[in-house]
C-alpha cells in the first residue's frame, strides 16, 4: 500500500442519505476511485451500498473493500423507543432483543456497523442528547451497554445478520456545562471514573468492535486528541485494540478548540491519541501525507491505524464478501414484518404512568365519549423521535389510531381548535397530547426552559377548566419541567418518543390492555434550577432538615423532584416483606444474597420492577446516598406472591477510595431494596463486611 492509500483507508466520509453534522456534500465517486476512502456512512439500501462497493472493489488498485456505517440508535426501518424510554423498561433481555432485531434489519439492508449505542450517563435534561441515553444511572448504562452490544454483534460480527457495534461517546459528554451541547465539561476524576467511564468498560468487555470518542474534553482536553484517555486509558490500561473511529468533524474540530493549530496538526494529534479513522474531518486526508514527511508522525503509526481498520473490514466478512450484507441474506422487508409485535411490546414496557388520581386510567371499553386532542394526538410521524434515518414516518402509528383501534366500542371525539369547547364539555374522559416534537429532541437541541410553548399551555388551561377527567400523554425525549400539569390533570403518562407502534402501545396502556410498568431511568425536576439532579447524590455536613435556615435547600422550591428515579405507578398495587441476606457479617470479596417476597396486593395482573440499592455510611470519601447494584421485573395476578432474588458479587460494594483506588472498604452497608430511590419506599438492612483474615 502506498501511504496515500493508507490513509484513505482512514477517512470516513458522508453519503447524505440523513443528514447528521454539518456541511454535508454528496459522496464523491471519484474519490472513492482514486483510493481516498475507507468507509462511507449515511447509506443504506443494499443497491445502494453494492453500488458504491463496487467501484471501490473494482475501480480502485487494492480493491480494498468499503465498511458501510449508520447511526442505528434505536431501530433501524422499525423504530424502538428512543433510548432514555426503553431504560425505562428496565429489561435486559428486551434491550437486546431490539437489538437483534434492529441488526437483522440494519445487515439486510447494506449497513455493517452501527453508531450505536450510546452509552452517557445523563443527569442534565437540558442537554438535548439525554434522549439517546440510557439515563442517569451507570449501573443501568452498564447493564444496557452488555445487553446492546451482544444484540447488535451477536456471537461473530461476520456473521451477516449482525453489525458491528459502537460505543460512544467516549466519554462524560453529558456533563456539558449548563446543558449545553459541545460546550466544555467540568468533571471531577472521581466522577469521570465511578459515573462516566463503567458503561464504557462493560461495552469493551462485552466485545464492542468500535468506540467513538466525545466531541467534548476531558480535563481541557479533546477526548478526539486526548492521549491519555484513549492511549493510557482504554488502549493500554483497558487493552482496547479495535477501532476509534472520531465522530464527525471531530478531528479537524481540534483547531476551534484550540489544541491543534491546522489540520495536519489536529491530523496529528488525533493519529498520536489513537483515533484510526476521520469521520468528515478532511484531516487525515489532507494533513497525514505531509505529518508523516515532515517527520510528526511516523509511518508506524499510520500503519496501526491502517491495520486496526483491515482487522475490523476482516472481522466483518468483507474481505472475504465485500457484497455481505447486500441483499443475500433476505430483505430488510421480510425482517421488518415480523419487528413490529416487538416494537409494539418494548413501547408500551417504556411508557411511565406519572400520575393517576381516583383511578382515572385505564379507559374503559364502553362509556361516554373521549376527546383526544392536542398537537401530538395524531402526529405519527412525530412518534419516531430523533435517529429515525431510514424509517417510513408513514408507518408509524399514532395515539388517535391506537385508541380508535382499541375502543372500537367508544366514541371518540377528535375536534378541531374551534370544536374544543363543545366537544369536551360533556366528555367522559379529555386524553390530551402535548410536549415536544421530535426535532425538539436528540444533538444540537439544548434548552434552558423544559416547559411546554403558550398555544399547549392554553389548550391545558382550556381543558382543565372544564373540569372533566383529563388524561394527560406527555411526548417527549427528557422530562419537562410542568409542575402545572401535574397539579390540575387526573392523570400523566410519559410517553416519550415511542417508535413505529407508539400509538398501539400508548393504547394498550391507556386501556389497561398492558398494566404499565415502566419505571423511569432519569430523576424528573420540578424546576430547571434544580439541574443537575440525580437520586445518587453525596449526602451534605447539612442535610436538609438539620436546621430550619442553615441547610442543603433551597428557598423558592422543595429538593426532592417531581418524580424520582424508578418513580412509575401501576394499575395494581405491589407489598414487599421480610428483606433478608444470606449473611450478616461478610468478609472482603465474598457475595451476598438478597431476598424479598413481593405480592400483588391489588385486582389486576401487573409487573412490578423491583430495585437493589447499597449505601457505605462511613468510608474514607462521602458515598452516594445510594447505589443502584440490582434489579428484577416479576409478572404476578391479583393475590399471587413470589420470592424475589439477587446476588451481589464483591465488585457491588467496591468504590473509590480517597487515594482513587478501587476497593471494598470493611464497615457496614446498608442494603435497600424496593420500586424506585424513595428511601421513603424502601425496605433496609444492614451488613457489616469485614477484612479478609489471613491465616
Ligand atoms: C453526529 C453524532 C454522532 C453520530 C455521528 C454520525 O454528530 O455526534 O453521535 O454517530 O455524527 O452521524
Known sequence: MTLAEKVGQLNMVTAHMADTGPGMAPLDLDAVRRGEVGSVFNLWGAENTARVQRVAVEETRLGIPLFFGFDVVHGHRTLFPVPIAEACAFDP???????????????????????????????????????????????????????????????????????????????????????????????????????????????????????????????????????????????????FDGVILSDYGAIAELVPHGVAADLQDAATVALHAGVDIDMMGNAYLSGLEAAVEHGKVSIDLVDTAVVRVLRLKHALGLLDDPFRRMGENGTWEAIASKGRDLARDAARRSAVLLTNRSGTLPLASSGGPIVVAGPLANAWREMAGPWAGAVDLEQNVSLAFGLEQALPGRELRFPSEDEHGAAMADAETIVLCLGETAEMSGEATSRTKLDLDEDQRRLFDFAAGTGRPLVVVLFCGRPLTVPWIFERADAVVAAWFLGSEAGNALADVLTGAWNPSGRLSVSWPRDVGQIPIFYGQRPSGRPLGVDPKYSSRYIDSPNDPQFVFGHGLSYTAFEMSDLRLSATNLKVGESLEVSVDLRNSGDRAGEQTLMVFLRDPVASVSRPLLELRGFASVFLEPGDSESVSWTLGPEAFEGLDAGMRRTIEPGVFEVFVGPCADVEQLLKVSISIEEKTIN
Open 93 to 239: 433481555d428486551l434491550w437486546q432483543r431490539t437489538a437483534v432485531h434492529a441488526a437483522r434489519e440494519t445487515s439486510a439492508d447494506g449497513v455493517d456497523l452501527t453508531f450505536a449505542p450510546m452509552l452517557d450517563v445523563s443527569r442534565d435534561p437540558r442537554w438535548g442528547r439525554m434522549v439517546e441515553s440510557p439515563g442517569e444511572d451507570a449501573w443501568l448504562g452498564m447493564r444496557f451497554a452488555e445487553a446492546k452490544v451482544r444484540g447488535f454483534q451477536g456471537d461473530d460480527i461476520a456473521s451477516p445478520h449482525a453489525v458491528a457495534a459502537t460505543a460512544k461517546h467516549f466519554a462524560g459528554y453529558a456533563a456539558s456545562i449548563a446543558g449545553r451541547d459541545y460546550a466544555t465539561v467540568e468533571l471531577s476524576e472521581r466522577t469521570f471514573r465511578e459515573i462516566h467511564l463503567p458503561p464504557f468498560q462493560s461495552a469493551l468487555a462485552a466485545g464492542v468492535a468500535a468506540i467513538m470518542p466525545a466531541f467534548t474534553d476531558y480535563s481541557a482536553v479533546p477526548l478526539t486528541g486526548n492521549a491519555a484517555i484513549l492511549g493510557d486509558l482504554l488502549r493500554q490500561s483497558w487493552g
